[in-house]
């Protein structure tokens, strides 16, 4: 009874801002830049902004398993540090071992005493993939497998969010020939929302737009590999200011050709653009200063699933159809030829044995 | 004509080349602003979510041009809002503190949402100025 009245007592996000001393305009600014970067239409966001204020602060858990910290990094060096510090402010982040002072037995305790006092409530960050090989044996903390440690705290939550492409998918952990047995967070939670955010690292603006998006309405809408729409639901290619250059099919040949020096399309030099979906074209990096395809490299979608395992990096995203295409032909082409070979060896034995009758 | 006071233009949009990228945007502004026109319908173009080379976005602000109104507001970073050359379109931006553009949209409205106060506000303002009245009795 008494942790129910804890959880109603806790301030709305109005009244944590209110007491930062952060005006109305300011907060509408923020919503402004929060309801631009998930695509919604900016007159959408005096609403926003309204149901944001009156949603109560969350607690958030944030567990990194088999992971390299580029999402933590990603989000905590982020170049827009007003969006990024005031969602930071605003969320009880009460539980990351990277982050935290606390370590060891402290450290899960914080953790615990944070799922108890919020159970059903709070919002579970997972970073890096988990190894189910030897039942998880590959990642083992305080004495339990990353599986156990996930499967525990996603009990009481009331949503996860996979951070980064090991989180959806796996990522590089989940690499051919896969040691670990690495897999997503959705792979092994069947029973509670899971959100991806998946990218290598994922940009940050995206982190803490879903974030934001599910304090004010809940899960958001998802596409089938449970990426959110409002930041997934286009392709880089689709978006793409080199796009015109595809349709009328001026290409750059090389990195250092004419038409690399032009902005043309960089498909033929291997980018993922038109089978990537992700934001990097209309959001950017480093606070909208520019993306990959800005800076004359091509997308390596990095925020599909298994895109380790989808050939070079610098070949046409064909390429490997083709030699998928070709290897068959040629399979089919020898198939063709131990056939006929079989075939006129069993006409010989056929003649064979009818003469030995004879 | 209308008898209305013409809008005193800063900067003209004519003879400004317009690009095909721009064209199309321009086409799009042009069909919201008839909507407002009819039906009092707002509408907001998101230029972050246009995909657009960076001598495009310099064509369309000239494409625009700058009309009579130019704020400055400092908020955690200057928000700046300017009428455009046509009246009913404003082009709005939002810094951050480190002088980085938090968003940045084209609005076809009366007068900028951002700009008006909203209902929960004037409720606070309403019982504010109700205490201190009562108080100064």
């Known amino acids: 009874m008494s942790k129910l009245k804890q959880r109603k007592d806790r301030p709305t996000i109005g009244q944590v801002m209110d007491e930062a001393g952060v005006g109305r305009r300011q907060f509408m600014k923020y919503c402004a830049g929060m309801t631009a970067l998930m695509a919604m239409p900016p007159m959408a966001t005096t609403a926003f902004a309204k149901q944001l204020r009156a949603a109560r602060r969350p607690s958030v858990i944030y567990m990194p398993f088999q992971e390299c910290t580029g999402c933590l990094e990603s989000l905590t060096r982020s170049f827009a540090p007003s969006l990024e510090s005031l969602i930071f402010d605003t969320i009880s982040l009460d539980y990351n071992h990277t982050l935290q002072a606390a370590a060891g037995h402290a450290a899960e305790e914080a953790r615990l005493e944070a799922m108890e006092e919020n159970w059903g409530e709070y919002i579970l960050i997972v970073d890096g993939s988990i190894p189910t090989k030897l039942n998880g044996m590959y990642g083992v903390s305080e004495s339990h497998t990353f599986m156990e440690q996930l499967e525990q705290t996603a009990e009481g939550a009331a949503a996860i969010v996979a951070v980064g492409v090991c989180a959806a998918y796996g990522g590089v952990g989940a690499a051919y020939p896969n040691p670990t047995g690495a897999v997503g967070v959705a792979d092994l939670i069947k029973n509670k929302p899971v959100i991806n955010v998946p990218g290598c690292p994922p940009i940050p603006e995206v982190m803490t737009g879903t974030l934001v998006s599910f304090l004010a309405n809940g899960v958001p809408d998802l596409d089938a590999h449970l990426r959110p729409r409002a930041f997934f639901g286009n392709t880089i290619h689709d978006r793409c200011y080199r796009r015109r250059f595809y349709d009328r099919g001026l290409f750059a040949k090389s990195f250092d050709d004419e038409g690399a020096r032009n902005g043309w399309c960089l498909y033929e030099l291997g980018c993922r653009g038109p089978t990537t979906y992700n934001a990097c074209a209309t959001i950017k990096w480093n606070g909208g200063a520019g993306w990959p395809v800005e800076s004359g490299h091509g997308c390596i979608g990095c925020s599909e699933p298994g895109f380790w395992d989808q050939g070079g990096f610098y070949e046409p995203v064909t390429a490997k159809l083709f030699t998928e295409r070709g290897e068959s032909i040629a399979a089919a082409a020898a198939g063709v030829a131990v056939g006929a070979a079989a075939g006129l060896a069993s006409k010989a034995r056929k003649k064979k044995l009818a003469s030995e009758t004879e | ?137």
């Open chain 2, 1 to 137: 004509m209308s008898g209305a006071i013409p809008l005193k233009v800063k900067s003209s949009p004519k003879g400004v080349t317009i690009g095909g990228g721009v064209k199309a945007i321009g086409f799009e502004i042009l069909s919201y602003l008839e909507r407002f026109l009819e039906s009092g319908e707002s509408a907001a173009i998101d230029m972050r979510g246009l995909p657009m080379a960076p001598n495009e976005y310099t064509e369309l602000l000239e494409m625009l041009g700058q009309g009579e109104l130019d704020l400055s507001l400092e908020m955690a970073g200057t928000t700046r809002i300017r009428e455009t050359a046509f009246s009913g379109v404003w082009w709005i931006q939002h810094k951050g503190p480190d002088d980085r553009i938090q968003s940045e949209y084209i609005e076809i409205n009366r007068i900028p949402e951002f700009l008006c106060a909203q209902t929960d506000q004037i409720e606070d303002a309403v019982r504010e100025l109700s205490d201190r009245l009562r108080g100064a009795l």
